[in-house]
């Protein structure tokens, strides 16, 4: 199953998974569209909202809008999105990050995900300016691998405290698990993305199904903040 | 390469991290089983603690009352018959009047002594469980003419921790003061027996018997609560072999090294 891809491709690199065309056309629509899923949910429990929470909104909205942006930007303008998709890492890796900051009950901890942040922004800036219109797959990879590492530390903090009565009840679980999962699926792909499109390999899908996934586990903690 | 890497990887990784949840799932739940356990568990404690703080005062209570009724009231009431016998002998008031009330004194002061022995069986410190029953015994067949008995094993010189011997007694004390007062029975038997490491007293009688899921019911007045209570705080069970006429049947039993 192989197929060409438009030349502006070879020229701004290899696309992210959103790019790719056919035979993934309809999972990419489904995928992108998964968003809009936890956006409505976020709406019904807007009542309910208090700090962690902000942060998750904010980024389904976010990635709502960059989605519909960069849908737009392809099929409206026929230029490249990655600029979007680089800058909407930085935005992922911020706002998820600000999650657990919120959570997280020890102040080294916190001022651990503040450090990361302080740090990843201007190093990924860099990146991105040097190259904007390029998939930036390292970028994608440390964010991928700090956000599991951040989550990891979650949940070891979780077993320490035991503060949860029933962890199917809590949205923090639902959300934690939604990243990690998502993350170490994505994470191997991103690192290996030149290698899947350099032998045409549209084996994005995982990336796809898995982008569902993460917004179905989106909308489940959403739904479970109460009051 | 030929191979999607990093697919597999990622695919790899994944399932890691599905695994890695339902586990932390299972791990969560199983502390949170063991926290629990342990929480009903100090909370059990902790309401054994306070009822047997409760019983404690309950029978300092009972020593003082039986002190104060022996040593104050009993003292004055000897002390007014005393003076009324010097009265009687110097007045020329009525013979029998003085009589009858040296005799209302006399019954006055022996209450004064029932209740104050009944408060504090003085025997059951002294000489133990089966004499404190005996004595027990013969005083309720004197002052109600019901057929009690006492029966027991080789442990008339035995002595036990004083919590269980103060229960035990407490608890016959009980039944019978049941039986006596609801069954109508015209027959009681005490029976305490030492068997290798547990202390079983049984009262029988051959009363009205009971329903035992109405008498179980708060308020219901026959004292099975305190029974209870007693027990639990000395590691004892109560089994109660009762039916509406048929008798009653009811055996405590206690471990020796609770």
């Not at chain 1, 490249?80 to 909407?88: E, F, G, K, R």
């Not at chain 2, 919590?163 to 609801?182: A, F, T």
Request: hydrophobic share 45%; aromatic share 12%.
């Amino acid at each position: 199953m192989s197929f060409e891809y438009p030349k502006y491709y070879l020229k701004y690199g290899f696309p992210n998974p959103f790019l790719a065309e056919k035979p993934l056309n309809i999972l990419i629509h489904i995928s992108s569209a998964s968003i809009i899923l936890p956006m409505i949910i976020s709406l019904m429990r807007v009542k309910f909202l208090r700090k962690p929470y902000y942060p998750v909104v904010i980024y389904v909205w976010v990635t709502g809008f960059v989605e519909a942006a960069a849908k737009y930007v392809k099929y409206g303008l026929h230029e490249s999105n990655n600029l979007l998709y680089n800058c909407q890492t930085i935005l992922e890796f911020t706002l998820i990050s600000l999650i657990f900051y919120y959570v997280f009950d020890r102040d080294f901890l916190k001022k651990g995900i503040l450090l990361l942040i302080t740090l990843f922004i201007p190093i990924a800036l860099v990146l991105i300016v040097e190259n904007p219109f390029y998939f930036n797959e390292n970028l994608n990879g440390t964010s991928g691998l700090l956000l599991i590492l951040i989550t990891l530390t979650y949940f070891y903090r979780l077993l320490q405290n035991m503060s949860i009565p029933i962890l199917s009840h809590s949205a923090m679980f639902w959300i934690s698990s939604g990243v990690l999962l998502y993350f170490s699926g994505t994470i191997f792909v991103y690192i290996f993305s030149s290698v899947v499109f350099e032998n045409n390999m549209p084996l994005w899908s995982i990336n796809l199904y898995l982008n569902i996934l993460f917004h179905i586990m989106l909308t489940i903690g959403i739904w479970q903040i109460k009051e | 390469m030929e191979n999607p890497s990093g697919i597999i990887a990622g695919t790899i990784a994944m399932l890691l991290m599905a695994v890695f949840i339902v586990a932390f799932m299972v791990f969560y739940q199983q502390k949170q089983f063991r926290q629990k356990a342990e929480a009903r568990k100090r909370e059990e404690e902790y309401q054994l603690q306070l009822l047997e703080a409760s019983l404690e005062v309950q029978e300092a209570e009972r020593r003082r009352i039986a002190a104060d009724l022996h040593d104050d009231i009993g003292t004055l009431l000897s002390a007014t018959r005393l003076s009324l016998s010097q009265v009687s002998r110097s007045s020329k008031g009525s013979a029998t009047d003085v009589q009858e009330t040296k005799e209302l004194l006399d019954e006055a002061i022996q209450n004064v002594r029932r209740i104050s022995k009944e408060l504090l069986p003085s025997a059951l410190d002294n000489f133990g469980l089966v004499a404190a029953f005996d004595e027990f015994v013969s005083k309720i067949r004197k002052h109600t003419g019901i057929d009690v008995v006492f029966h027991h094993d080789t442990l008339s010189q035995e002595r036990f921790d004083a919590k269980v011997e103060l229960s035990l007694y407490r608890i016959g004390q009980e039944l019978v003061n049941n039986s006596l007062k609801h069954s109508g029975a015209t027959h009681i038997e005490i029976m305490l027996m030492h068997q290798q490491s547990r202390l079983v007293l049984s009262v029988n009688d051959n009363g009205g018997g009971f329903n035992l899921t109405d008498v179980q019911k708060p308020n219901s007045g026959l004292g099975l609560k305190n029974i209870e209570s007693r027990l639990n705080v000395i590691g004892g069970t109560v089994f109660f072999d009762v039916a509406e006429g048929k008798g009653s049947h009811i055996v405590a039993n206690v471990p020796l090294n609770a």
